[in-house]
């Protein structure tokens, strides 16, 4: 249902951007976002948005991460500028989606993101 991509090794202050996209027989899009998980912690939402376009980003990424959809194409992506090595971390796409068998939360698998010092 949702295949993610785009991760990979980068420096401090690149930038790298990450692809979700949702496939099937999708009706609707309630909310599309990004997780990540750093080795030794709790997964963590890092932005999401919803079907009415309204976005919530972790204080951490505010003014260095944007999420910007493309709705033909069922699409979120993950904009990540002046990366550091705190956002090295395996990432998550997740998505709320109406489907024909109710809404369901689904997960895609995740990428790893790495930034070096």
């Known amino acids: 249902q949702l295949q993610a991509s785009g991760g990979g090794l980068v420096q401090t202050g690149d930038s790298l951007r990450l692809s979700c996209a949702a496939s099937?027989?999708?009706?609707?899009?309630?909310?599309m976002g990004w997780y990540r998980q750093a080795p030794g912690t709790q997964r963590e939402l890092v932005a999401d948005?919803?079907?009415?376009?309204?976005?919530t980003y972790a204080d951490s990424v505010k003014g260095r991460f944007t999420i910007p959809r493309d709705n033909a194409k069922n699409t979120v992506y993950l904009q990540m500028n002046s990366l550091k090595p705190a956002d090295t971390a395996v990432y998550s796409c997740?998505?709320?989606?109406?489907?024909?068998?109710?809404?369901?939360?689904?997960w895609g698998q995740g990428t790893e993101v790495t930034v070096s010092s």
């Open positions: 948005i919803t079907s009415g376009g309204t976005t």
């Open positions: 099937g027989s999708i009706f609707s899009i309630n909310v």
């Open positions: 997740n998505a709320l989606l109406r489907t024909a068998f109710g809404i369901r939360n689904y």
